[in-house]
């Protein structure tokens, strides 16, 4: 899959998620196999582009080829200069967010609640297009509500302005993330567009993204939520995609050396003290699916060191392997 001169293999792509990818798990998750980490959305206020967690999220140092930036904004020439502000740090690809459900985010008429104003929607394109010389994407939902699925109009406006490549979630704005994807809506906005589409929603598994590019005829998949905790997830896809194999998933020790490699670079990037706290969550997401869960969130969350927090993950995970029990691991 092409977007520009962008070259997007393998055809998995980490989702923009507020608070969760920061260039730490972007960095990571590109490791481990996706094709495009797209970054968290990027405010286009340029009262904010100095604060710290502005300048966290414009950090690109390092970071593989293409870079993507995601932005969000209602007003077109406010967005055309966001573009070219994150493109002068860095950008090679940007984004525009028309896909975010939270109420912060759509009661400014941000996000998906964009999709409810088509003809904006086609200033703000067409002014982020024409600001930048770098590829511009787009990521949508399959509409507002149930009785306004507009995707289709909105995918045709962002053709016709110029965007090289659209993302669909396949869930409407009130849904949230709650009921299961529909396929359907996405299955026809590729139908219709001559540019890559992206499926987004629900895809869990090797076999999950098969099935969503076999049913929509998509160009690619992007992975979400199923991604926290399971950076491995884009290597299996990316190896079931092309062999028909499943990989089997990392072992216990292959896990805490991944995560232990997170941390550190969580540590590196916040320094100290935030890091410890944003590691958190991801330690939490880490051992969701895992019987140990509760016993490695007590000891962990012990943690108020960098030091600390590596030692305590480490030993735990180390007690495990020799086969000592969650409760006695965790005392």
């Known amino acids: 899959m092409l977007i520009g001169p962008h070259r997007i293999e393998p055809k998995v792509i980490l989702a923009p998620m507020a608070g969760v990818t920061d260039k730490p798990f972007r960095l990571l998750c590109k490791r481990l196999g996706a094709g495009l980490a797209v970054s968290e959305m990027t405010t286009s206020d340029p009262r904010f582009w100095t604060t710290a967690k502005s300048l966290h999220r414009m950090d690109h ?50 996000g998906s609640a964009l999709m409810r104003e088509p003809d904006l929607v086609a200033r703000i394109v067409a002014a982020v297009v024409n600001a930048v010389d770098v590829p511009v994407t787009l990521k949508i939902r399959t509409g507002w509500d149930a009785g306004h699925r507009n995707a289709p109009e909105i995918a045709r406006i962002a053709e016709d302005a110029g965007i090289q490549a659209l993302a669909v979630h396949g869930r409407t704005r009130d849904q949230q993330y709650a009921g299961t994807a529909e396929y359907d809506t996405i299955a026809a906005i590729k139908a219709m567009l001559r540019i890559p589409v992206i499926a987004n929603g629900d895809i869990d598994s090797p076999e999950k993204a098969h099935q969503v590019l076999e049913a929509t005829g998509c160009d690619a998949v992007m992975i979400g939520r199923a991604a926290q905790g399971r950076p491995w997830i884009f290597g299996q896809v990316a190896h079931y995609l092309a062999t028909g194999e499943r990989l089997p998933d990392p072992s216990l020790h292959e896990v805490r050396d991944i995560l232990l490699a997170h941390l550190g670079q ?66």
Not at 62 to 82: F, N
Not at 89 to 96: C, E, P, R, S, T
Not at 283 to 307: C, H, I, M, S
Request: with cysteine.
């Open 266 to 331: 969580l540590h590196a990037f916040y320094g100290e003290v935030s890091g410890v706290r944003i590691a958190r969550k991801h330690l939490g997401w880490y051992a969701k699916d895992r019987p140990e869960n509760a016993a490695f969130r007590a000891v962990v969350n012990q943690a108020q060191t960098a030091d600390e927090q590596l030692r305590l993950t480490r030993d735990y995970f180390d007690a495990l392997a020799a086969g000592v029990s969650p409760e006695l691991a965790a005392a």
């Open 61 to 110: 140092v390092g970071e593989p080829d293409p870079v993507s930036v995601q932005i969000a904004g209602t007003v077109p020439a406010i967005m055309a200069d966001a573009a070219r502000f994150n493109v002068d740090h860095g950008a090679q690809l940007i984004d525009i967010n028309m896909g975010c459900p939270a109420k912060k985010v759509c009661n400014a008429w941000a």
